[in-house]
Protein backbone atom coordinates (compact mmCIF):
# COMPACT_ATOMS: atom_id res chain seq x y z
CA UNK A 1 0.00 0.00 0.00
CA UNK A 2 2.65 2.46 1.20
CA UNK A 3 4.46 1.55 -2.29
CA UNK A 4 1.72 2.23 -4.08
CA UNK A 5 0.81 6.02 -2.61
CA UNK A 6 4.90 6.38 -3.25
CA UNK A 7 4.24 5.54 -7.07
CA UNK A 8 0.87 7.75 -7.08
CA UNK A 9 2.99 10.79 -6.07
CA UNK A 10 5.94 10.14 -7.96
CA UNK A 11 3.63 10.19 -11.44
CA UNK A 12 1.80 13.24 -10.21
CA UNK A 13 5.22 15.18 -9.96
CA UNK A 14 5.94 14.07 -13.30
CA UNK A 15 2.94 15.16 -14.34
CA UNK A 16 3.02 18.19 -12.94
CA UNK A 17 6.58 19.44 -13.65
CA UNK A 18 5.92 18.84 -17.68
CA UNK A 19 3.09 20.73 -17.17
CA UNK A 20 5.48 23.86 -15.86
CA UNK A 21 7.84 23.03 -18.16
CA UNK A 22 6.39 23.07 -21.66
CA UNK A 23 4.45 26.56 -21.19
CA UNK A 24 7.86 28.19 -20.58
CA UNK A 25 9.75 26.58 -23.61
CA UNK A 26 6.48 27.32 -25.72
CA UNK A 27 6.62 30.95 -24.43
CA UNK A 28 10.51 30.68 -25.40
CA UNK A 29 10.07 29.67 -29.04
CA UNK A 30 7.22 32.02 -29.75
CA UNK A 31 8.03 35.07 -28.51
CA UNK A 32 6.22 35.41 -25.12
CA UNK A 33 7.23 39.32 -25.11
CA UNK A 34 4.86 40.03 -28.27
CA UNK A 35 7.66 41.02 -30.09
CA UNK A 36 8.16 38.24 -32.40
CA UNK A 37 11.23 36.08 -32.83
CA UNK A 38 13.42 33.20 -31.69
CA UNK A 39 14.50 33.52 -28.07
CA UNK A 40 12.39 35.94 -26.76
CA UNK A 41 13.96 39.57 -27.00
CA UNK A 42 13.83 41.96 -29.56
CA UNK A 43 14.78 40.60 -32.74
CA UNK A 44 18.23 42.11 -33.93
CA UNK A 45 18.14 44.45 -36.66
CA UNK A 46 20.69 45.29 -38.98
CA UNK A 47 21.45 48.65 -40.22
CA UNK A 48 21.71 49.46 -43.92
CA UNK A 49 25.45 50.10 -44.77
CA UNK A 50 25.41 53.84 -45.78
CA UNK A 51 25.41 54.61 -49.64
CA UNK A 52 28.98 55.61 -50.14
CA UNK A 53 29.58 59.43 -51.79
CA UNK A 54 30.80 59.57 -54.82
CA UNK A 55 34.62 60.98 -55.08
CA UNK A 56 34.52 65.13 -55.42
CA UNK A 57 35.58 65.69 -58.71
CA UNK A 58 39.09 66.88 -59.61
CA UNK A 59 41.56 67.41 -62.08
CA UNK A 60 44.02 63.90 -62.34
CA UNK A 61 46.49 62.77 -65.09
CA UNK A 62 44.53 61.19 -68.30
CA UNK A 63 45.05 61.07 -72.14
CA UNK A 64 44.19 63.99 -73.89
CA UNK A 65 42.73 64.62 -77.40
CA UNK A 66 42.67 67.52 -78.92
CA UNK A 67 42.15 68.09 -82.85
CA UNK A 68 45.07 71.16 -82.77
CA UNK A 69 45.89 72.63 -86.02
CA UNK A 70 49.28 75.01 -85.26
CA UNK A 71 52.94 74.96 -84.76
CA UNK A 72 53.34 74.38 -80.72
CA UNK A 73 50.57 72.55 -78.37
CA UNK A 74 51.42 71.12 -74.96
CA UNK A 75 50.35 70.80 -71.52
CA UNK A 76 51.20 69.83 -67.78
CA UNK A 77 49.38 68.81 -64.66
CA UNK A 78 50.92 68.85 -61.03
CA UNK A 79 48.99 67.12 -58.68
CA UNK A 80 49.98 69.74 -55.75
CA UNK A 81 49.68 67.46 -52.80
CA UNK A 82 52.08 64.66 -54.04
CA UNK A 83 54.19 67.09 -56.57
CA UNK A 84 53.54 64.56 -59.34
CA UNK A 85 53.60 65.85 -62.61
CA UNK A 86 52.21 64.23 -66.07
CA UNK A 87 51.02 66.24 -69.12
CA UNK A 88 51.78 66.21 -72.90
CA UNK A 89 55.31 64.17 -73.88
CA UNK A 90 56.53 67.95 -75.41
CA UNK A 91 55.39 69.25 -71.77
CA UNK A 92 59.41 70.78 -70.99
CA UNK A 93 59.65 72.76 -74.59
CA UNK A 94 58.85 76.05 -74.29
CA UNK A 95 57.15 78.91 -75.58
CA UNK A 96 56.99 82.50 -75.10
CA UNK A 97 54.53 83.31 -71.13
CA UNK A 98 53.31 86.51 -72.36
CA UNK A 99 51.04 88.41 -70.24
CA UNK A 100 50.30 85.20 -67.91
CA UNK A 101 54.41 85.97 -66.79
CA UNK A 102 52.78 89.08 -65.19
CA UNK A 103 51.37 87.21 -61.74
CA UNK A 104 55.17 86.55 -61.15
CA UNK A 105 56.21 90.14 -61.72
CA UNK A 106 53.21 91.59 -58.91
CA UNK A 107 54.46 88.84 -56.67
CA UNK A 108 57.96 89.27 -56.72
CA UNK A 109 57.59 92.75 -56.42
CA UNK A 110 55.37 91.99 -53.27
CA UNK A 111 57.59 89.74 -51.57
CA UNK A 112 60.28 92.34 -51.77
CA UNK A 113 58.22 94.53 -49.46
CA UNK A 114 58.00 92.01 -46.59
CA UNK A 115 55.27 93.22 -44.06
CA UNK A 116 55.39 97.02 -46.14
CA UNK A 117 52.21 98.25 -47.75
CA UNK A 118 53.11 99.47 -51.36
CA UNK A 119 51.74 103.02 -52.69
CA UNK A 120 48.26 103.49 -53.30
CA UNK A 121 49.00 103.68 -56.59
CA UNK A 122 51.57 100.34 -57.15
CA UNK A 123 48.92 98.69 -55.33
CA UNK A 124 46.46 99.65 -58.01
CA UNK A 125 48.79 98.96 -60.96
CA UNK A 126 49.38 95.26 -59.47
CA UNK A 127 45.70 94.69 -59.06
CA UNK A 128 45.40 96.03 -62.39
CA UNK A 129 48.32 93.81 -63.91
CA UNK A 130 46.34 90.55 -62.82
CA UNK A 131 42.63 91.47 -63.28
CA UNK A 132 43.03 93.09 -66.72
CA UNK A 133 46.07 92.17 -67.43
CA UNK A 134 47.32 96.04 -68.44
CA UNK A 135 50.40 96.13 -69.91
CA UNK A 136 51.54 99.41 -69.07
CA UNK A 137 50.46 98.37 -65.29
CA UNK A 138 52.28 95.58 -65.01
CA UNK A 139 55.93 97.59 -66.37
CA UNK A 140 55.53 100.23 -63.66
CA UNK A 141 55.55 96.79 -61.15
CA UNK A 142 58.33 94.90 -63.18
CA UNK A 143 60.44 98.33 -62.95
CA UNK A 144 59.43 98.78 -59.15
CA UNK A 145 60.57 95.04 -58.75
CA UNK A 146 63.85 95.80 -60.43
CA UNK A 147 63.10 94.58 -63.90
CA UNK A 148 65.32 96.14 -66.88
CA UNK A 149 64.42 96.40 -70.50
CA UNK A 150 68.00 96.85 -71.00
CA UNK A 151 69.76 93.96 -73.21
CA UNK A 152 72.42 92.32 -70.21
CA UNK A 153 75.71 91.37 -71.45
CA UNK A 154 75.99 87.66 -72.13
CA UNK A 155 72.26 86.93 -72.80
CA UNK A 156 71.82 87.40 -69.05
CA UNK A 157 68.33 87.33 -68.09
CA UNK A 158 67.12 89.90 -65.72
CA UNK A 159 67.28 90.15 -61.77
CA UNK A 160 63.23 89.74 -61.72
CA UNK A 161 63.46 86.30 -63.66
CA UNK A 162 66.23 84.96 -62.14
CA UNK A 163 64.40 85.23 -59.03
CA UNK A 164 61.49 83.18 -60.56
CA UNK A 165 63.66 80.40 -61.44
CA UNK A 166 65.55 80.51 -58.06
CA UNK A 167 62.36 80.52 -55.69
CA UNK A 168 60.66 78.61 -57.71
CA UNK A 169 62.57 76.05 -58.71
CA UNK A 170 62.06 76.35 -62.76
CA UNK A 171 64.24 74.07 -64.95
CA UNK A 172 63.19 74.92 -68.53
CA UNK A 173 63.13 78.71 -68.17
CA UNK A 174 65.17 81.32 -70.12
CA UNK A 175 65.17 84.67 -71.50
CA UNK A 176 63.50 85.25 -74.51
CA UNK A 177 65.83 85.49 -77.78
CA UNK A 178 63.56 87.44 -79.95
CA UNK A 179 65.87 89.78 -81.46
CA UNK A 180 65.37 93.01 -80.59
CA UNK A 181 63.13 92.43 -77.69
CA UNK A 182 66.32 91.03 -75.49
CA UNK A 183 65.41 91.41 -71.96
CA UNK A 184 61.27 92.29 -72.69
CA UNK A 185 59.53 89.80 -69.88
CA UNK A 186 56.76 89.07 -72.10
CA UNK A 187 59.30 87.26 -74.15
CA UNK A 188 60.27 85.10 -71.46
CA UNK A 189 60.66 80.78 -72.56
CA UNK A 190 58.97 78.47 -70.16
CA UNK A 191 58.05 74.93 -70.59
CA UNK A 192 54.25 74.25 -69.31
CA UNK A 193 56.11 72.03 -67.00
CA UNK A 194 57.43 75.30 -65.17
CA UNK A 195 54.18 77.36 -65.46
CA UNK A 196 53.03 74.18 -63.01
CA UNK A 197 55.80 75.02 -60.80
CA UNK A 198 55.26 78.83 -61.48
CA UNK A 199 51.21 78.13 -60.45
CA UNK A 200 51.93 76.05 -57.25
CA UNK A 201 55.14 78.46 -55.91
CA UNK A 202 52.33 81.37 -56.23
CA UNK A 203 49.51 78.72 -54.58
CA UNK A 204 52.35 77.73 -51.56
CA UNK A 205 53.53 81.10 -50.54
CA UNK A 206 56.93 81.08 -51.98
CA UNK A 207 56.57 83.86 -54.44
CA UNK A 208 54.68 86.44 -52.69
CA UNK A 209 55.57 85.41 -48.65
CA UNK A 210 53.18 85.48 -46.09
CA UNK A 211 51.34 88.73 -46.15
CA UNK A 212 50.60 88.70 -49.53
CA UNK A 213 49.64 85.23 -51.03
CA UNK A 214 46.27 85.48 -50.12
CA UNK A 215 46.13 88.95 -51.77
CA UNK A 216 47.74 87.87 -55.34
CA UNK A 217 45.33 84.51 -55.02
CA UNK A 218 42.31 86.65 -54.88
CA UNK A 219 43.22 89.02 -57.46
CA UNK A 220 43.81 85.96 -59.79
CA UNK A 221 40.26 84.62 -58.56
CA UNK A 222 39.22 88.05 -59.84
CA UNK A 223 40.34 87.92 -63.49
CA UNK A 224 37.40 89.60 -65.78
CA UNK A 225 36.70 89.92 -69.08
CA UNK A 226 36.38 87.90 -72.07
CA UNK A 227 38.35 86.62 -75.73
CA UNK A 228 35.86 89.87 -77.29
CA UNK A 229 36.44 92.72 -74.59
CA UNK A 230 40.48 93.19 -76.15
CA UNK A 231 42.11 96.62 -75.83
CA UNK A 232 45.39 97.61 -77.25
CA UNK A 233 46.84 97.55 -74.25
CA UNK A 234 44.57 95.64 -71.79
CA UNK A 235 42.03 93.39 -72.24
CA UNK A 236 39.99 90.50 -71.24
CA UNK A 237 41.13 87.23 -69.86
CA UNK A 238 38.67 85.36 -67.86
CA UNK A 239 38.78 82.66 -70.75
CA UNK A 240 40.66 78.94 -71.11
CA UNK A 241 41.09 76.67 -68.40
CA UNK A 242 38.35 78.11 -66.30
CA UNK A 243 35.02 77.28 -69.05
CA UNK A 244 36.69 73.49 -69.02
CA UNK A 245 35.78 73.23 -65.67
CA UNK A 246 32.32 71.49 -63.91
CA UNK A 247 30.46 73.28 -61.25
CA UNK A 248 31.21 71.41 -58.79
CA UNK A 249 34.95 71.80 -58.78
CA UNK A 250 34.42 75.53 -58.82
CA UNK A 251 32.28 75.21 -56.11
CA UNK A 252 35.07 73.56 -54.21
CA UNK A 253 36.97 77.36 -53.78
CA UNK A 254 38.37 79.54 -56.19
CA UNK A 255 40.19 79.05 -59.50
CA UNK A 256 43.59 81.10 -59.47
CA UNK A 257 44.51 81.98 -62.94
CA UNK A 258 46.46 84.35 -65.35
CA UNK A 259 46.33 83.84 -69.48
CA UNK A 260 48.27 85.09 -72.02
CA UNK A 261 48.14 86.28 -75.49
CA UNK A 262 49.27 88.35 -78.16
CA UNK A 263 49.97 87.73 -81.94
CA UNK A 264 53.39 88.03 -82.62
CA UNK A 265 54.81 89.84 -86.10
CA UNK A 266 57.70 87.85 -86.49
CA UNK A 267 56.16 84.35 -86.88
CA UNK A 268 52.27 85.29 -87.59
CA UNK A 269 51.30 83.39 -84.62
CA UNK A 270 48.70 83.54 -81.88
CA UNK A 271 51.11 82.74 -78.52
CA UNK A 272 48.34 81.70 -76.14
CA UNK A 273 49.46 80.93 -72.58
CA UNK A 274 47.07 79.37 -70.07
CA UNK A 275 47.49 79.02 -66.15
CA UNK A 276 45.00 77.99 -63.42
CA UNK A 277 45.74 77.02 -59.64
CA UNK A 278 43.47 75.71 -56.62
CA UNK A 279 44.53 74.23 -53.74
CA UNK A 280 44.36 70.61 -55.55
CA UNK A 281 46.33 71.15 -58.68
CA UNK A 282 48.04 73.47 -61.01
CA UNK A 283 47.33 73.22 -64.96
CA UNK A 284 49.39 74.93 -67.76
CA UNK A 285 48.26 74.66 -72.10
CA UNK A 286 50.58 76.74 -74.36
CA UNK A 287 49.84 77.03 -78.02
CA UNK A 288 51.17 78.55 -80.97
CA UNK A 289 48.67 79.02 -84.01
CA UNK A 290 47.96 80.49 -87.12
CA UNK A 291 46.26 83.96 -86.39
CA UNK A 292 43.53 83.61 -88.91
CA UNK A 293 42.14 81.20 -86.10
CA UNK A 294 41.44 84.21 -83.62
CA UNK A 295 41.60 84.18 -80.04
CA UNK A 296 38.84 81.92 -79.16
CA UNK A 297 40.42 78.91 -81.14
CA UNK A 298 43.17 79.08 -78.23
CA UNK A 299 40.86 79.74 -75.54
CA UNK A 300 38.56 76.52 -76.47
CA UNK A 301 41.83 74.41 -76.70
CA UNK A 302 42.96 75.39 -73.19
CA UNK A 303 39.12 74.93 -72.29
CA UNK A 304 39.26 71.08 -73.61
CA UNK A 305 42.60 69.95 -72.08
CA UNK A 306 40.59 70.94 -68.76
CA UNK A 307 37.39 69.15 -69.20
CA UNK A 308 38.74 65.74 -70.40
CA UNK A 309 41.51 65.61 -67.62
CA UNK A 310 38.58 66.02 -64.84
CA UNK A 311 38.20 63.07 -62.88
CA UNK A 312 35.57 61.40 -62.38
CA UNK A 313 34.90 62.12 -65.97
CA UNK A 314 31.41 63.13 -66.89
CA UNK A 315 30.83 62.41 -70.18
CA UNK A 316 32.86 60.71 -73.28
CA UNK A 317 36.32 62.49 -74.39
CA UNK A 318 36.19 64.29 -77.48
CA UNK A 319 36.99 62.19 -80.93
CA UNK A 320 39.88 63.43 -81.70
CA UNK A 321 43.76 62.17 -82.75
CA UNK A 322 44.63 61.72 -79.27
CA UNK A 323 47.94 63.06 -77.73
CA UNK A 324 49.96 61.26 -75.57
CA UNK A 325 50.72 61.74 -72.04
CA UNK A 326 53.59 61.71 -70.29
CA UNK A 327 54.81 61.65 -66.38
CA UNK A 328 57.87 62.38 -64.44
Not at 65 to 92: I, P, Y
Not at 180 to 185: L, R
Request: charged share 20%.
Amino acid sequence: MRSRVIMVLAVLAVLLGTGLLVPAAYAKLSGDDATGGIGGGTAEKVPAPAPTAPPAPTLAAAPVTVDFKGAFFSWALMDRKTGELSGSRNMTSTSSTESMFKVWIVADYLRQLGDKEPPAAMKKNASLAIRDSNDDAANRVYSAAGGSYKALPGGQPSQVLIRAIRICGLTDTKRGNVPGYEGWWSFTRMSPRDATRLGDCIADGKAAGPKWTKWVLNEMAQVRGSVTKQQARSGGGRWGIIDGLPAEIKAQGPVAMKNGWTILSYDGNWHVSCLAVTDKWSLAVMLRYPRSRGLAYGAKVCASVATQLVTPQPGAALKVPQQPVGKL
